[in-house]
């Protein structure tokens, strides 16, 4: 890469639309283009006042990519936005798009689930790229043909990039967006979030060589890329070193209007005092490193006094898919290994909790234990702060811009012994947690918000916009140049011909 990361966009002056954004330093803000990227005699991109957009994403479940995906449809009119998704099921999808009563529900198509998703366990890159190009051919059939009078402004694709090309030469009307949570070369299964733990074997990177180069070719042809976080922007610069522009940080954001803000500090100190309950909130994939927060659970009991150890309990709630091999295998995994430290009896496992089962866990906990190393960024933590709850992670990745560490919450090696060492200050001293529980909350509403991430979503689109624009004049500009070069050839040769 040429150029570094995108700096965070500057707030809206006095009285403007918001646009908000924070400086460079402090998170929660949109990037602006790159340096060069914008042509300063170019008239601006004017797209209406809420742009229509296609959303395509393969599996619209619970999680953190889907979390960001609502929160994007939730700044526009929900007539504005179309979601394309392989699958969406009633019993693991967040309530926006859950029938009958989701405000999004009548807004997502479900196309091409008879497609498989894996093959025995093998075979899920190479299908994902099948499936997320199969949902872009149903999003041009319906444009062209089934429904011609549906149209879209902006087509924003993530989790994989494949379907770009063909939309930038078959749609060119509309600008394509290309959010990536992370390069996906960057989350085979030799790899955690980037960090190389084993030597894939030589079949294995066979395999991968022509995937690479498919999401390497298709990811240069977004209009505009976005990224979740500055770690996520540097990684993104090491996979793709050929493409110039560096990434758009666009931070994720919750909907504080979903969440309860934290009980007052005596009433959550109460609360602690019939419970201390320690949270950990993760999808049920070996990568998010659950086991983590079991030992450190574990030692944190034999450390805590009779009558604290008795009221200590640990929580692991999730995104679980029974359809997901990895889920139903380290759900297991899991639970052998409560059994093994002795400690099942105090650990509760509740799989794809409800939204009001999550918002309660996230005010009445002790703190939340966040065991994923190198994450993207990680939303979870902003919702355990924004409910009261301080936040344990791990000193690496997205926590890094999100927790304030000794404020909101703890840095910390991710080890057992750091993260109970951790615990125990909160367990020992209820009165910190609730005052980390206070800054958190002020922290979120400050730099996380709706209101910020509407205003720098909706400058993404309208740069998404601009950059579509000058890619349609620049390619009409080749199209006169060829033109009139075939004219310059032809002409002389029918004059001549024709006045012989």
């Known amino acids: 890469m040429t150029s570094p990361p995108s700096p965070a966009l500057p707030p809206a002056p006095p009285g403007a639309a918001p646009t908000g954004a924070a400086s460079p330093a402090p998170p929660g803000a949109a990037s602006p283009a790159p340096p060069g990227a914008a042509s300063p005699a170019a008239p601006p991109f004017a797209p209406p006042s809420a742009p229509r957009v296609a959303f395509i994403h393969l599996d619209l479940g619970i999680g953190g990519a889907e979390s960001l995906m609502l929160s994007m449809a939730e700044c526009l009119p929900p007539s504005h936005v179309t979601f394309y998704t392989c699958h969406c099921d009633p019993a693991h999808c967040y309530d926006q798009v859950k029938a009958p009563g989701g405000a999004l529900a009548a807004r997502v198509l479900r196309r091409g689930a008879f497609l498989p998703a894996e093959l025995r366990g093998r075979f899920t890159a190479l299908l994902s790229h099948a499936r997320v190009l199969f949902l872009a051919l149903c999003l041009l059939l319906d444009t062209y043909i089934l429904d011609r009078g549906r149209r879209y402004d902006v087509v924003l694709v993530d989790v994989l990039p494949t379907p770009l090309p063909l939309l930038r030469l078959l749609l060119p009307a509309a600008a394509t967006l290309y959010y990536c949570h992370f390069p996906d070369k960057y989350l085979v299964r030799n790899t955690v979030n980037g960090r190389l733990v ?3 074997s030589l079949l294995r990177r066979l395999y991968r060589l022509p995937v690479d180069a498919l999401e390497n070719l298709c990811t240069k042809s977004a209009d505009l890329t976005a990224v979740n976080s500055r770690f996520t ?5 090491s996979a793709f070193p050929d493409i110039p522009d560096a990434p758009t940080v666009l931070y994720p ?4 209007s979903q969440f309860i803000p934290p009980a007052p500090p005596a009433a959550k100190a109460q609360a602690l005092g019939r419970s201390l309950t320690l949270l950990s909130m993760n999808r049920f ?25 008795d009221r200590a309990r640990l929580v692991v709630a999730g995104g679980y898919d029974p359809r997901n091999k990895e889920n139903l295998e380290y759900m297991e995994e899991l639970k052998g290994r409560a059994r093994e430290l002795g400690i099942e009896r105090h650990v ?6 409800s939204d009001e089962e999550r918002a309660d866990l996230l005010q009445s906990s002790l703190c939340l234990l966040y065991t994923p ?6 939303i979870v933590p902003l919702e355990a702060m924004y409910a009261g709850s301080p936040v344990i992670a791990v000193a690496s990745g997205g926590p890094l811009e999100t927790v304030v560490d000794g404020e909101t919450g703890f840095l910390r090696e991710g080890t057992p012994e750091a993260f109970a060492e951790a615990a125990g200050r909160l367990a020992r001293d209820v009165g910190l947690a609730c005052r980390m529980g206070q800054r958190g909350n002020a922290h979120v509403r400050e730099k996380f918000g709706l209101e910020t991430f509407e205003g720098n979503f909706r400058r993404l689109l309208g740069e998404s916009g601009e950059r579509g624009r000058r890619r ?4 009409a500009g080749w199209g006169r140049l060829l033109l009139t070069v075939a004219l ?3 002409l002389p040769v029918i004059s001549a011909w024709a006045f012989r």
Do not use: M, Q, W
């Open 373 to 378: 190393d190198r994450e993207h960024f990680g």
């Open 285 to 309: 994939e070996r990568k998010k490193n659950v086991g983590l927060a079991l030992e450190a659970f574990g030692l944190l009991r034999d450390r805590l006094p009779g009558g604290k150890r």
């Open 198 to 200: 084993e030597r894939a």
């Open 233 to 237: 922007a540097a990684t993104f610069e």
């Open 488 to 490: 310059a050839v032809v």
């Open 253 to 256: 954001a919750i909907n504080l």
């Open 348 to 353: 509760d496992f509740r799989p794809s909790v």
């Open 472 to 475: 349609r004049a620049e390619a």
